[in-house]
């Protein structure tokens, strides 16, 4: 089980930190059952006075889940608001937690700061983490692909379920996360070499850019500052061009783009001993990506011009969670009792 906030595209983190993941899990076969979530209801959390925004990132948000490859016939694919248990299951979570475990938690603590929410936090906002409890749990997920900043939900989570468990009996299951095993997928950092690719900090490279959007991008992307003459040695630690590599390039892509080499550690040492220029190199990522990104775009650009389509298969998933949700919610009210008649 898993899930995104609609609150815009989605963007080349996204791709490799999680979208990516997914469908290798759905193609797997190794799960019995995959929900993805539409956080609509997390999203107002924090865009409670802007409900539209939220209203249209929803098709967008699916749009992108469907173009790379998320299938709605392996995966149940639903909306969070659409599914009304996940808002009783908050209900009874909430007590199980307290205010000050909540303003611990490092992921509220730092979005907190973010938003300026420092004098007046919305009750809502400050709950959303024992919302994410109920999303993961009325679907008794055992594993969850998600990026390395929801560590700090999973762990609440599993805190709830002990405390649920041991108060009411044994009903729900501990999920465990599930990180990218490339260490560069975790966190892509945005194409101005900061830290984290975000739209707030207007770095990123979205699924649904075109190649001259794309190509732009690349070429503008921070180096080595160092690396001025072509024969200057090179760094590609902190080079995002390299951090890119890292997460996108197959060996396959070298006979495809750049034959001269066959090997990113053959690219890396000619970069480090100078000779190698930051041209070259960005041409060759912008060739990877290009590649990567063309049928997602063109099968985004389809599926965009039947909206009612993907509002029909929303609604299919939201049906099918809901009666995965109810079945948790029967157990969980027998085992706190709350069934009189
Ligand atoms: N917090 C996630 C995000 O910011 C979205 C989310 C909501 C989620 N509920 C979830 C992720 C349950 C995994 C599982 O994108």
């Known amino acids: ?73 392996k995966c149940t694919v639903f909306v969070q608001s659409q599914v009304p248990q996940l808002c009783e299951l908050t209900f009874y979570y909430m007590n199980l937690v307290t205010v000050s475990r909540l303003m611990r938690n490092p992921t509220v603590k730092s979005e907190i700061q973010m938003r300026n929410f420092e004098k007046s936090i919305p009750v809502g906002f400050l709950a959303y983490p024992v919302s994410q409890a109920a999303d993961i749990t009325a679907f008794k997920a055992t594993c969850v692909p998600v990026g390395e900043d929801q560590i700090p939900m999973l762990e609440q989570t599993n805190e709830i379920v002990r405390k649920f468990n041991a108060l009411y009996g044994e009903v729900l299951v501990e999920p465990k996360v599930l990180l990218s095993k490339n260490k560069y997928c975790l966190r892509l950092p945005g194409i101005d070499g900061k830290a984290k690719m975000s739209k707030s900090l207007g770095n990123c490279i979205y699924l649904s850019d075109d190649e001259k959007t794309l190509k732009e991008k690349v070429m503008s992307m921070f180096t080595d500052p160092e690396h001025i003459k072509i024969t200057d040695p090179g760094k590609v630690e902190g ?97 706190i009792g709350v069934c009189y008649f």
């Open 1 to 73: 089980m898993t899930g995104d906030r609609p609150t815009g595209k989605l963007h080349l983190g996204h791709y490799v930190g999680s979208l990516r993941e997914r469908v290798r899990l759905q193609d797997s076969g190794d799960y019995e059952e995959i929900f993805i979530m539409i956080a609509d209801m997390q999203a107002l959390t924090d865009n409670a006075d802007d409900p539209a925004k939220v209203q249209k990132s929803i098709l967008e948000l699916a749009l992108d889940y469907f173009s790379v490859g998320i299938d709605p016939e």
């Open 239 to 335: 080079n995002v061009v390299f951090t890119y590599l890292e997460a996108f390039c197959a060996d396959e892509h070298f006979k495809m783009f750049l034959p001269e080499y066959s090997t990113l550690n053959e690219l890396k040492e000619h970069y480090r001993s100078g000779g190698l220029g930051d041209a070259k190199v960005k041409k060759f990522l912008s060739d990877i990506l290009n590649y990567i990104l063309s049928p997602i775009r063109e099968k985004r650009k389809e599926l965009a011009k039947d909206p009612t389509r993907i509002y029909k298969l929303l609604e299919r998933g939201s049906k099918r969670a809901e009666e995965a949700a109810k079945r948790t919610l029967d157990e969980v009210r027998r085992a």
